[in-house]
């Protein structure tokens, strides 16, 4: 592709484009970035040279932006459309970044007012409620209202419309305990939280929590034991599975023992797995 307003000495891009957005990795080319004139990305590899744009140390292109939500617009640009996953929480949050990166037809679509015969859809907002029920006074404005209270009930994942399911929880952890335990034990050290289950369940808990790069790109029906928390604290995942109906029916865990030394006097180590099963009927 042919770069605007540049000199002779710069290079044009290549035609597979690397990018950091946020700390993950995407791979594209150039022609999709390009697709919507006039939009950020358009005007940073169209407009720009290569030399111009920030780069992270392995040299690829850098947008401090929201990795996870980076996902979804390009998606929209490969063939200007977007469909998302069911009870997806992060709708206003991707009209933002829709905004940021001047695709304005994508964040008019992500809009609370979008109809819902759109592949991009949002529940019906606080305003559109009240504006329906001041028109309680004829029988077509209760209509409407009686309407939208169903059609938003049966859209809304806080209602008897959630989907049931299981997911766990498992953590591999460590603690020490040395001669004096009152005085020396080494609290519980959590290295990672992983999540197991179906991705739409996962992604409609914990929402961009979810850290997905192990098992990047997983259908909304698939499911997967690769993903885990970008926090460290059960007590907050536990949290989150109860704000959205889910409650603890199992749990199991290991442990194994060892010395750090030859010295049975010596403090003790011990390391755990521990899973936790959490259900939503």
Not at 174 to 184: A, F, K, L, V
């Amino acid at each position: 592709p042919q770069l605007s307003n540049c000199g002779d000495s710069c290079a044009p891009f290549s035609e597979i484009i690397e990018l950091n957005v946020g700390g993950q990795v995407y791979v594209t080319r150039h022609k999709t970035l390009i697709a919507v004139p006039d939009s950020l990305l358009w005007n940073m590899f169209s407009k720009k040279s290569p030399k111009e744009l920030a780069r992270d140390s392995k040299g690829r292109f850098f947008l401090d932006r929201d990795g996870f939500l980076f996902r979804y617009i390009l998606d929209y640009l490969r063939d200007l459309n977007l469909v998302l996953p069911d009870y997806f929480p992060e709708k206003s949050r991707l009209q933002r970044e829709a905004d940021f990166f001047q695709l304005q037809d994508l964040a008019k679509r992500l809009s609370p007012r979008m109809s819902k015969d759109n592949s991009i859809s949002e529940e019906i907002s606080q305003s559109d409620t009240e504006e329906g029920a001041q028109q309680c006074g004829s029988s077509g404005g209760m209509e409407t209202l009686r309407t939208m209270s169903v059609s938003g009930a049966m859209r809304s994942p806080s209602l008897d419309s959630r989907k049931s399911g299981y997911i766990t929880i498992g953590y591999r952890g460590s603690y020490t305990i040395g001669r004096d335990i009152q005085t020396d034990a080494k609290f519980r050290r959590v290295a990672r939280i992983t999540v197991c289950g179906k991705t739409s369940l996962a992604k409609e808990v914990f929402g961009d929590t979810l850290n997905e790069s192990r098992d990047p790109d997983r259908p909304p029906e698939r499911y997967t034991s690769r993903y885990y928390l970008k926090y460290n604290f059960l007590e907050q995942a536990f949290d989150k599975l109860t704000e959205v109906g889910f409650h603890m029916v199992a749990c199991s865990s290991t442990g194994t023992c060892a010395y750090t030394s030859n010295d049975p006097n010596e403090d003790k180590i011990w390391t755990s797995y521990t899973e936790y099963v959490f259900c939503r009927e």
